[in-house]
C-alpha cells in the first residue's frame, strides 16, 4: 500500500518592528507603510490581517500534522536530515513535538558537523572571529538531540581547526561532555594535503595543536557511543592514545572503520589495549597512510585479530597499500570478499578463498618494482585457482616523467599476468587504469592477457590508443567495453573511423568508448 503525505512548515511572522525597522523616511513620514502592502490592483491589507493569515496557515499546517499519529510522524521527522529544522521550525507546525522529540526516532537522519572558529591567535590584526553562529547551533544540536546519524568535525582549509578560540573551546567542550545523543557514525578531523611552494604538498592536520586533554575529550565522546556507533572515521585520532584504543575495542556494533595511522613516533609505545578484543560486526576496513607504518606491526596484528572473522572489505591507501606488516595479515581475514593492496598483497589472495573482487597497485615510481613484480609471480604461481574471484581492477599509476619501464622491467609484469590469468579463469569484470595501458599496449601484453581470461564479459580500459581497437575486436566474449580512447593532433578522422569499424565488427558489444585527443 502506498501512502502519500504532504507536509507543509511555515514559519511564524516576525513582528512588525524586526521586518521593518526602520520603515518611515527621513522625514518621519510613514506614508510608504500603506503602500507597501498594497497589491497589483490597487488593493491594501493592514499589517494585522497579515499576521492573522500567517497564524491562519500556521495553525492549518499544524492541524493537519496533528491528524498523523505518532508512528507516521516519527516515520515523517526520522527523513528530515537538518536537525536545525527539527529544533527550530518543527515546533511552530506541530503541537505534539515536544514530546516526539525525544525519541530517537525523530533524529534518525539528522547530522550535525562541528566547524572551528577561522581566527589565528597570531598577532594578525587581520584575523576575525568567524563561524561562531555555526559553533553555538552544533552545541544546540547536541544537548537537545537523543540520537543522531552523523556527528563529524570538520575545520576549513588553512584554519586552526576545532578548539581554536576561547569560545569555541568552551562552548563545544561543554557540549561534548553534556551531550547523551546516541550517535550512529562519527567522523573525527581528517588530515588533508596542502599544496606548498613549488606545486610539493605538505600535510596539514588540525589533531596536531590539539592538547592531550582536547584529544581525550574527543575519545571521551567514542566511549560514550561505543555500543551506538556503526560508522568510524578515525583520521589521526591514534595520537590520543590509550583513551581512544580503549574505546576503540569496545565498539561492539561497528560495522566500517577508516583508520589513518600517523607517524609512528607518537605510536611507538603500543601496549595491546586491543588484544584480546573482538569487533564482531565489522564488514569494511579502510588502512591509510602517509608515513613509513614500520612501527606498527604489533598494532596491526591486535587490530586485524579484532575484525578477522567478520571483515568483508579491505582497502589499503598509500603506504598501507605495499607496508609487509599490513600486507602479511591479510591471510588471517578467511571471510575476505574484496580487497585493494599493492601488486604485493597477491601472495596473500592464496588463503581467501572467498575472494571475488580484487584491486592490485602498480607503482611506477618505485625502483623495486621488477623485484616485487617477480616476487608476486612466484607466490601466485604457488597458489590454487582463485575459483570465486570475478572481478578484477589493474591501478597502473601515474608515471609523470614519461619514461618507459625498461625491457626487464615489463616482461616481469607480463609474467605476471599470464600467471595471473590462469588463476582467475573466472573473472568476468576487468579494469585497468592509469599508465599501465601506455606502456604495455604496444607490446601487446594487455591485449593478450584479456585474451587469456575465458568468461571475460565486462572490460573497463582507463585509456588506450586507438590504433589498439583491431585487437580489441578479437576478444572473444565481450559483451560490454568503457574507456578512452585517445589519439594525438590530427588523427581525430583516423581515430573516429577505427572506433566505428570496431562498432561494425562487434555489434553485440555495448560500447561506451568516447574519444580524447592525449599529448602522448
Not at 573551546?169 to 573525527?188: G, N
Not at 604495455?440 to 586507438?466: D, V
Not at 578522422?493 to 561494425?504: I, P, S
Request: aromatic share 8%.
Amino acid at each position: 500500500m502506498r501512502l502519500a503525505l504532504e507536509v507543509s512548515f511555515s514559519m511564524a511572522a516576525p513582528e512588525d518592528n524586526d521586518v521593518f525597522p526602520n520603515l518611515e523616511g527621513d522625514d518621519g513620514n510613514d506614508d510608504d507603510w500603506e503602500s507597501y502592502y498594497s497589491s497589483e490592483d490597487g488593493s491594501s491589507s493592514s499589517s494585522d490581517e497579515v499576521a492573522e493569515e500567517d497564524m491562519s496557515l500556521q495553525t492549518s499546517c499544524s492541524t493537519r500534522m496533528d491528524a498523523f499519529p505518532d508512528e507516521l510522524l516519527l516515520e515523517v521527522l526520522g527523513r528530515i536530515d537538518d536537525p536545525l529544522t527539527l529544533l527550530d521550525v518543527v515546533p511552530l507546525v506541530c503541537k505534539r513535538w515536544h514530546r516526539l522529540s525525544r525519541d530517537p526516532g525523530a533524529w534518525n537522519s539528522a547530522t550535525v558537523s562541528i566547524v572551528g572558529c577561522s581566527y589565528f591567535d597570531d598577532g594578525d590584526i587581520g584575523d576575525e572571529h568567524e563561524n561562531h553562529d555555526k559553533i553555538l547551533n552544533a552545541a544546540r544540536v547536541l544537548l537537545h538531540a537523543p540520537a543522531l546519524r552523523r556527528v563529524s568535525f570538520g575545520w576549513y582549509t588553512n584554519s586552526p581547526g576545532p578548539f581554536s578560540c576561547p569560545y569555541d573551546e568552551e562552548t563545544m567542550t561543554s557540549a561534548l561532555l553534556r551531550s547523551r545523543a546516541e550517535v550512529r557514525e562519527i567522523e573525527f578531523p581528517q588530515p588533508e594535503i596542502l599544496e606548498g611552494s613549488g606545486g610539493l604538498g605538505y600535510p596539514d592536520d588540525p589533531l596536531e595543536d590539539m592538547s592531550p586533554e582536547d584529544l581525550s575529550l574527543l575519545a571521551d565522546f567514542l566511549w560514550r557511543n561505543r555500543s551506538h556507533v556503526r560508522y568510524l572515521k578515525l583520521g589521526h585520532m591514534l595520537r590520543a592514545g590509550t583513551p581512544l584504543l580503549c574505546a576503540l575495542g569496545q565498539c561492539e556494533n561497528l560495522e566500517e572503520l577508516h583508520l589513518m595511522l600517523p607517524v609512528p613516533d607518537y605510536f611507538r609505545r603500543y601496549l595491546g589495549q586491543l588484544g584480546g578484543r573482538r569487533l564482531p560486526k565489522l564488514r569494511r576496513l579502510t588502512l591509510d597512510s602517509w608515513y613509513n607504518v614500520d612501527g606498527y606491526r604489533a598494532f596491526l596484528e591486535d587490530l586485524v585479530g579484532c575484525v578477522a572473522q567478520s571483515v568483508r572489505h579491505i582497502h589499503c591507501e598509500e603506504s598501507c597499500e605495499s607496508s609487509e606488516d599490513v600486507l602479511s595479515q591479510l591471510s588471517r581475514c578467511v571471510e575476505l570478499r574484496s580487497l585493494h593492496c599493492g601488486m604485493e598483497g597477491v601472495a596473500s589472495v592464496r588463503t581467501l578463498t572467498k575472494l571475488r573482487s580484487l584491486t592490485l597497485v602498480i607503482h611506477y615510481s618505485d625502483k623495486d618494482q621488477q623485484r616485487v613484480l617477480s616476487a608476486a609471480e612466484r607466490a601466485l604461481r604457488a597458489c590454487g585457482e582463485l575459483q570465486a574471484l570475478q572481478e578484477l581492477r589493474l591501478d597502473g599509476g601515474y608515471d609523470y616523467r614519461r619514461n618507459k619501464w625498461s625491457a626487464e622491467h615489463g616482461q616481469a609484469l607480463a609474467t605476471l599476468l599470464a600467471t595471473l590469468a590462469t588463476k582467475a579463469t573466472n573473472v568476468r569484470h576487468l579494469s585497468t587504469s592509469g599508465m599501465l595501458n601506455r606502456q604495455l599496449c604496444w607490446s601487446g601484453t594487455m591485449l593478450g592477457f584479456f585474451k587469456a581470461l575465458p568468461r571475460l564479459e565486462s572490460l573497463h580500459i582507463g585509456r588506450f590508443r586507438f590504433d589498439c581497437l583491431p585487437d580489441l575486436a578479437e576478444v572473444a566474449g565481450l559483451k560490454r567495453v568503457s574507456g578512452q580512447v585517445t589519439y594525438q593532433k590530427g588523427e581525430a578522422d583516423f581515430c573516429r573511423a577505427t572506433l566505428e569499424q570496431f562498432k561494425r565488427a562487434r555489434p553485440e558489444v555495448d560500447c561506451q568508448l568516447t574519444e580524447h585527443e592525449s599529448l602522448y
